[in-house]
Nanobody, 124 residues
């Protein structure tokens, strides 16, 4: 079991930056793949980025490539999502998700543990 708590959301102007953090409980967090998803009002939850156990693999949605960077610190049990050049269409609730790593890298597959989300609002 792992519990996830997101932080770092807020209101920012278009072109600005935010850094989201996902703090995890549990001694085996380093064995988990972790991802960020987002959900805008009235829309489905979308994949944003994922990082594998050990950070050896990362994958980004097309909308995030070149603007977002996912990273992890397994000593501090955190995964961060650095976001730059934000756009109004990035406005959403951002969720951190985790799963015990399995053979093969399927960044958009099933995740078993979810945080409560943090709101990101980008004004035009």
């Amino acid at each position: 079991q792992v519990q996830l708590v997101e932080s770092g959301g807020g209101l920012v102007q278009a072109g600005g930056s935010l850094s989201l953090s996902c703090a995890a409980s549990g001694r085996t967090f380093s064995s988990y793949d972790v991802a960020w998803f987002r959900q805008a009002p009235g829309k489905d939850r979308d994949f944003v980025a994922a990082i594998s156990r050990g950070g050896t693999s990362t994958t980004y949605a097309g909308s995030a490539k070149g603007r977002f960077t996912i990273s992890r610190n397994d000593v501090q049990n955190t995964v961060n999502l650095q976001m730059v050049s934000l756009k109004p269409e990035d406005t959403a609730v951002y969720f951190c998700a985790a799963r015990y790593t399995a053979p093969g890298w399927a960044p958009q597959g099933r995740y078993d543990f979810w945080g409560q989300g943090t709101q990101v609002t980008v004004s035009s």
